[in-house]
């Protein structure tokens, strides 16, 4: 009953909104299309309003990606502009219908799952751990951070990379965060302990912004909103509001950056991190910032990356006009060896195999030296076409329900922590879907290792 309610409410807010839109470049029809696929997209937000979960907030983050990648594109008065893309006018009106098919599928697929959930073990049992614990945790993940920072840095000197290893050093910090906002919400004051994460988190934040590598700069800000949410069942809306609006001349520049910082590392990061806060914050220009909202506003529809329309009318084209087989989960078929290390299956493609299915149908030209991704739902046309679009979003809502579950959304110290941990993969849609739930997968096997043999034993 209470969804039917949040989508009535939904389908009377998007009825009221239709009145105040002009018609979109590409007509009614996928117009329409796009404002059907709001319905769930704000019913989720009313689930969210009303439940105040970690689960659904996941969910509502996802879902609204989606939307915004695959269908706002058609609310613009403006064509869409794609360099190196092809989008063709009688492929619009499916491709907006299939997107919002697939909207409503992840919605369904979430839902279906949600009210099964109860058949669902977690990992871990719902218990809070100590201070003196959660001391030890914190310490620990700061000096392990420390530690694989170094280590990567030395296997980078003889040509080793793994892909784990740098996995875990971009999200150890947002854990280490987490960890530590339970202890300080939950009353710990230790002085010394306060000055370690504060020298480690700056330091790292700092590096994150060098690198552009602005979601994790913004997750590891939102950690500890997030378990405020978690702890309290409150949402901090002024503090996510004044976090937001603090974290925007660092994503209005992004772009003047990213060719400087984003392959830099080490120190180098590091000093163009420190110019980009000095010139953004210290030496503050609010006319500058006008200016560059007003670009950001008139060229979003130029190569923007939460824009997937060109992608996947790209696709669309190659299959339907030039005659590309489907893939028939030929781009995620390596998903399950990710468990194996690499130097066991040598054989096993790299991890940019977002951009080797990008030069594939042409939306990325070879010569560009940046990686790209590949979108999911993308992914989901170039294997197995229009109704593979609609089936994986189904169990794509049902395998981010699953996850969350598995880690008891978010209830107890530990479930919060993995949960926490695994997060900025499960936001992505963005990307390949083994780049997305490689690392997830990861996870829960090792999990699974440590709890069939390691707990055993004990």
Request: aromatic letters at 16%.
């Amino acid at each position: 009953m209470q969804v039917l309610i949040q989508l009535a409410i939904s389908a009377l807010i998007v009825f009221i909104y239709t009145f105040f839109q002009k018609e979109g470049a590409y007509g009614s029809m996928p117009q329409g299309a796009c404002n059907l696929a709001l319905i769930p997209v704000i019913a989720t937000g009313l689930r969210l309003i009303k439940v105040k979960d970690l689960q659904t907030g996941v969910f509502f983050v996802v879902i609204y990606e989606t939307w915004n990648m695959f269908l706002s594109p058609f609310l613009w008065e403006d064509r869409i502009v794609a360099f190196h893309r092809v989008i063709r006018d009688e492929h619009i009106p499916l491709i907006a219908v299939f997107s919002a098919l697939s909207v409503w599928a992840l919605y369904f697929g979430f839902l279906s799952f949600v009210h099964r959930r109860k058949t669902v073990k977690p990992f871990f049992k719902e218990e809070k751990v100590s201070q003196k614990t959660l001391t030890i945790y914190t310490a620990v993940a700061v000096i392990g951070g420390v530690g694989i920072s170094g280590l990567e840095f030395i296997l980078s000197q003889v040509g080793i990379v793994i892909s784990f290893l740098d996995m875990l050093d971009t999200m150890l910090p947002t854990a280490v965060l987490c960890l530590f906002s339970l202890y300080y919400i939950r009353g710990g004051r230790n002085i010394f302990l306060i000055v370690l994460i504060a020298a480690y988190l700056i330091y790292n934040f700092i590096c994150f912004i060098g690198g552009t590598l602005f979601i994790y700069s913004i997750l590891l800000l939102m950690a500890p909103l997030a378990v405020y949410v978690v702890e309290k069942k409150k949402i901090p809306v002024v503090a996510t509001v004044v976090i937001a609006v603090l974290l925007l001349p660092i994503y209005l520049s992004r772009h003047e950056y990213r060719s400087e910082g984003l392959y830099s590392t080490g120190a180098e990061r590091m000093a163009i991190g420190l110019a980009i806060l000095e010139n953004e914050y210290v030496n503050f220009d609010q006319d500058r910032n006008l200016k560059r909202l007003t670009e950001s506003e008139e060229e979003s529809n130029i190569n923007n990356r939460f824009e997937g329309v060109s992608y996947l009318a790209t696709v669309v084209h190659c299959h339907l006009d030039l005659d590309y087989p489907y893939n028939y989960g030929k781009t995620f078929v390596w998903l399950p060896t990710l468990v194996i290390p690499r130097f066991m299956l040598p054989m096993r493609p790299s991890q940019n195999m977002g951009t080797e299915w990008a030069e594939y149908y042409q939306i990325k030209d070879k010569s560009w030296k940046a990686s790209i991704n590949f979108p999911m739902l993308v992914e989901f046309f170039a294997d197995f076409g229009w109704l593979g679009m609609v089936v994986l979003s189904f169990f794509q809502g049902w395998l981010l329900a699953y996850v969350c579950a598995k880690f008891n959304n978010g209830r107890g110290d530990i479930n919060l922590l993995f949960l926490l941990f695994v997060m900025p993969k499960l936001f992505i849609v963005e990307a390949n879907i083994t780049l997305a739930y490689g690392l997830i997968l990861q996870v829960f096997f090792l999990i699974w290792i440590y709890q069939k043999f390691i707990r055993k034993r004990r």
